[in-house]
């Protein structure tokens, strides 16, 4: 697939995995990405908001990042979200992750919100330009309060050429609109789990940026429906199924969070997969669903 950034596909975002200790559990972080590379993902993200990023202080930020690069070991390129709150976090962190051998970076907007256009424009052009790798924008503004506009995106892209790729979390009549206004002059990945992937491929999607319990299954949807020797109607049907999947963890970021982290407790076969306190209660109706769509997709 040919893209202005050069990168496209299925990249599954890092949980943040925590021992009984509440650190960060380094065995269960190597295992969980050597799983992605198993599946033969396209790339592997880490600390967007599947990442729990904004429970984590900014060493364990660096120190989750620096390890999911370490143990992709150049096999797929890493994407990783800059969610410092201000310009010289942002710049500081982005330099982090450059040297730690990043391949794209995702900026997420401060949160702030009501703050006009323009200033979050310059704000993101100015990280942009200290960046020597492509630049996305995260514009999610259903979860973070904040966000682009149509035209703030292409006003971006005008003025900062290492701005490449947008990541959404939008609809797929969202992801063509966007598409239909930058004339395919900047990359699309969408997020929302993975719901709407067969039509925000067609509605020019490049990429996905889902969380990390079915990355194989969307994985293996992505090849059949845009490789050439793909089967888009096999595709189409492994999709259907997991959909069901999706739509329920989508429900809230939080339920995604409790519930997502345990279907891969299940299918990677480890205990790590608890959000980081505060966090709900699993009923027993959603525990038992859980185990059902783990034991229907199988172990990783």
């Known amino acids: 697939m040919q893209t202005q950034s050069g990168f496209h596909g299925v990249y599954p975002v890092a949980f943040a995995l925590f021992g009984p200790d509440d650190q960060l559990h380094r065995d269960a972080v190597r295992l969980q990405v050597q799983a992605m590379l198993r599946h033969k993902v396209h790339g592997i993200a880490v600390l967007g908001l599947a990442s729990e990023v904004h429970k984590l202080s900014t060493p364990e930020r660096h120190q989750l990042m620096e390890w999911v690069i370490e143990d992709a070991a150049g096999h797929v390129p890493v994407a990783v979200t800059i969610a410092e709150t201000n310009l010289a976090g942002q710049i500081d962190f982005a330099r982090a992750a450059e040297a730690a051998g990043a391949s794209w970076l995702v900026l997420q907007p401060p949160p702030v919100k009501a703050v006009p256009e323009a200033d979050l424009i310059r704000f993101f052009g100015a990280v942009a330009d200290r960046c020597t790798v492509p630049v996305a924008i995260q514009n999610a503004p259903e979860y973070l309060g904040i966000g682009l506009s149509v035209d703030g995106i292409a006003t971006l892209k005008r003025a900062h050429f290492n701005v490449s790729i947008i990541k959404m979390e939008a609809t797929a009549s969202m992801v063509d609109r966007l598409h239909q206004a930058v004339g395919g002059s900047i990359d699309i990945f ?81 205990a790590q997969t608890a959000p980081r306190a505060p966090f709900g209660t699993p009923s027993a109706f959603t525990t038992d669903m859980v185990r059902r769509y783990a034991n229907a997709m199988g172990a990783l």
């Open 190 to 270: 969408n997020g929302r789990a993975g719901i709407d992937m067969v039509e925000a491929l067609r509605a020019g999607a490049v990429g996905f940026i889902p969380g990390g319990e079915s990355y194989d299954v969307l994985t293996r949807v992505f090849n059949d429906l845009t490789a050439p020797d793909g089967d888009p109607l096999r595709g189409e049907a492994l999709y259907r199924d997991v959909l069901p999947l999706l739509v329920f963890l989508m429900e809230s970021i939080d339920n995604f969070l409790l519930h997502g982290k345990a279907v891969l407790g299940h299918r990677l076969g480890i």
